[in-house]
């Protein structure tokens, strides 16, 4: 390489760019960047922005001449998204830095580009001005954020096409909710660890530490949406409260399965929750702890059954308990061919997958149930299912996977339990 390519090669952002730091392809209005603490948000909105009013030369023109700038303050726009250590400033080349003018609170770049700073606790200031590119950082914790965005919409309005970059870690507020239904939304995900090269060791250890499987955690470091469902049987922090970090001695385990019609690229997953169940006194007592969630996606037959076969052999189960709707014998046939010896209870669905679940729902509130940690998908999928039905694509396998278990370990020998009658002497 030459000096002069050498020396340019810092500021190509294609070359060091992570997957999620790159604008998809496609016809959009808005890019919605849902990332944890540290995923490198920041840094893909300050490059969008190159993009966008950059040209080929210094003095070039790039496809937007007015950009807006938003954030919750003004000194959160000035700090993090121009001054900070991955902001515009930061990431521009010295022939293409813009400047700061403090009084007008804009950038402004050598081809004559703008970029104006606004705040999101003023959302009239941006009655008047018009863009034809916008930058929204930390839409979801914005006080007066559908205010705001609103007056940010009716400005964004140069120009063929003027789309807008959003970055933030995800929150269940309305307004982002409403803008990730819309078609015209696109929208790319990072968990912290995806920028663990730029992190500190120490960080990522002390964070997963104590935040791994929580709500927060998965919206702070996964940047997951976490949102509940109306109606849900089951939600976030009543999960929350259920988590616990070690698993005890058990009278029983059972691996539960739900098969999925078929094994090719396209279908369901395979639900394979393990469970612990402490039977000691009376039926109020009983208590289970779900312990992994060893579901697999597009498996064979064979790859199902080895998968449920091992989580037995790891924890140490004394049944598999399988549903046999959708492939009769042959769910046990495929069993059989891994470990001929393993002993299966065969379970068939009589009613629908809510009324089914109700009674393994009613133990979480009674305190019955807790989870180990890493239960994450599992449990997206348990905050999904609503008395209207379930709410997401798909089929709820891991979800029916978990009520087959606690079916089996909790509910069915509670109804087949008595109470011991004392004996007078």
């Known amino acids: 390489m030459t000096e002069g390519e050498l020396l340019a090669l810092p500021y190509i952002f294609e070359f060091w760019a992570l997957d999620h730091q ?91 580009a703008e970029a104006m700073a606004f705040s999101a606790h003023e959302p009239e200031s941006l009655r008047g001005p018009q863009f034809d590119a916008a930058w929204v950082d930390e839409l979801a914790k914005w006080k007066r954020a559908q205010d705001t965005w609103d007056m940010l919409q009716f400005g964004l309005r140069l120009g063929e096409c003027p789309q807008q970059c959003v970055t933030t870690t995800p929150r269940n507020v309305g307004v982002l909710k409403q803008l990730l239904k819309l078609d015209s939304t696109v929208v790319s995900h ?36 976490m949102e509940d469902e109306e109606g849900a049987l089951w939600t976030h922090s009543l999960l929350d409260e259920v988590r616990i970090d070690k698993a005890g001695a058990f009278d029983r385990v059972l691996v539960a399965v739900d098969p999925p019609v078929s094994g090719h690229a396209g279908s369901d997953e395979c639900g394979i929750v393990v469970i612990g169940v402490t039977m000691q006194g009376p039926v109020q007592d009983w208590r289970a702890v779900v312990l992994e969630d060893a579901s697999v996606r597009a498996a064979s037959p064979m790859t199902w059954a080895r998968a449920a076969i091992t989580c037995m052999e790891h924890w140490g189960a004394d049944r598999l308990v399988a549903e046999v709707n959708q492939g009769g014998d042959m769910v046990e046939q495929v069993i059989r061919q891994v ?18 679940a109700e009674p393994v729902a009613a133990l979480y509130e009674q305190g019955r149930v807790s989870h180990l940690r890493g239960l994450g998908e599992l449990e997206d999928q348990m905050c999904r299912m609503t008395f209207q039905g379930y709410q997401g694509k798909g089929s709820p396998d891991r ?5 087959w278990a606690l079916t089996e370990g909790m509910i069915q020998p509670a109804a087949g339990w008595r109470k011991p009658q004392l004996r007078a002497l």
Not at 74 to 99: H, K, N, Y
Not at 207 to 215: C, E, N, P, S
Not at 339 to 351: G, I, R
């Open 339 to 356: 470990d001929p010896l393993v002993p299966v209870t065969k379970v068939h669905a009589a009613k629908g997958k809510i009324a089914r």
């Open 22 to 112: 790159l604008p998809p392809v496609g016809d959009w209005r808005s890019w919605v960047i849902l990332g944890g603490r540290g995923a490198g948000k920041t840094r893909a909105g300050s490059e969008w922005v190159r993009s966008m009013v950059e040209g080929s030369r210094p003095r070039d023109p790039g496809r937007a001449k007015r950009v807006a700038l938003v954030g919750e303050t003004l000194d959160q726009v000035r700090e993090v998204m121009v001054f900070g250590e991955s902001g515009i400033l930061a990431c521009s080349p010295p022939d293409r830095r813009p400047e700061w003018h403090g009084g007008r609170r804009t950038l402004i770049w050598p081809n004559g």
């Open 399 to 403: 979800v029916d996977a978990l009520v």
């Open 190 to 225: 990072a968990p912290t660890e995806a920028n663990r090269a730029n992190l500190a060791d120490s960080f990522l250890a002390e964070v997963r530490a104590r935040y791994a499987g929580t709500r927060l955690g998965r919206q702070e470091l996964d940047g997951v949406l």
